[in-house]
């Protein structure tokens, strides 16, 4: 079982949308054939945050977590559920999307996790661990210009909030990595916001107009949506 932890923008976004009732499936970034799969599951695909700069507000399915959020509160407002008409999401990202659809074409169960559910992913996890299940946290990371990896504290930092609520919630000791992950949240758990928008991500998103996206990143156990992606096609639901 993999946990995947992608802070400021996949995951983030993920637990916005499946709290509003949306079925989340991921996908490879700019994969021209992710069009069509969209269309095969009926679903619609969102765009990348610069794409939503150019487009109507309230109009588009985005990456954003606070242009998902609007879009759920415009459809709670109408006593809908989830964005207007919007029932399934096919939501490429980079990172978390790509990491997410290539674990589960592996055979590997994967689960969805940021700051916001860390401590409902840790209770279920714990659970599954007391049952023998053996689970790897992966923290996304970003790329550098030329494609290769680069370190993200924000991914760090939601990797060890999930381990420290793993922990709490009885689910046993951890590895020497796994305690590093831990330490780091732990070193900046009071200082969660103005920590994540000081980190290189956090910059490079409030440079482009989208420093509310760090705001909602940073919101600490108010979600209690534990998305688990299906097998096949299917995509994220919340399992909590």
């Keep these: 079982m993999a946990v995947v932890v992608d802070v400021l923008s996949f ?15 991921p996908y490879r970034w700019r994969d021209e054939r992710a ?12 765009i ?18 606070a242009a998902m959020s609007a879009m759920s509160a415009m459809s709670a407002m109408a006593g809908g559920a989830g964005g207007p008409g919007v029932e ?7 990172n978390g999307s790509a990491i997410s659809f290539g674990l589960r074409d592996a055979g590997v169960q994967v689960v969805g996790a940021c700051l916001r559910n860390r401590a409902a992913v840790g209770r279920w996890l714990a659970r599954r661990v007391a049952a023998g299940a053996v689970v790897a946290v992966v923290p996304a990371g970003e790329r550098w210009p030329d494609g290769s990896l680069r370190p993200a504290a924000e991914d760090l930092w939601g990797a060890g909030a999930v381990l420290d609520a793993l922990v709490l919630a009885g689910g046993g000791g951890l590895g020497p990595e796994a305690e590093l992950a831990r330490d780091a949240f732990l070193a900046v758990r009071d200082r969660l916001p103005e920590r994540l928008l000081a980190c290189a991500g956090g910059q490079e998103l409030a440079a482009i107009d989208f420093a509310a996206d760090v705001a909602i990143a940073a919101e600490l156990d108010v979600s209690t949506v534990v998305p688990v992606l299906g097998s096949g096609r299917d995509g994220f639901r919340d399992v909590g």
């Design 11 to 25: 995951t983030t976004t993920l637990t916005v949308a499946v709290e509003r009732g949306m079925v989340v499936h």
């Design 35 to 46: 069009v069509s799969y969209a269309e095969e599951l009926g679903a619609v695909l969102a």
């Design 48 to 65: 990348g945050r610069l794409e939503q700069r150019s487009a109507t507000p309230g109009a588009t399915v985005s990456l954003s977590p």
């Design 88 to 94: 399934r999401v096919v939501l490429p990202s980079p």
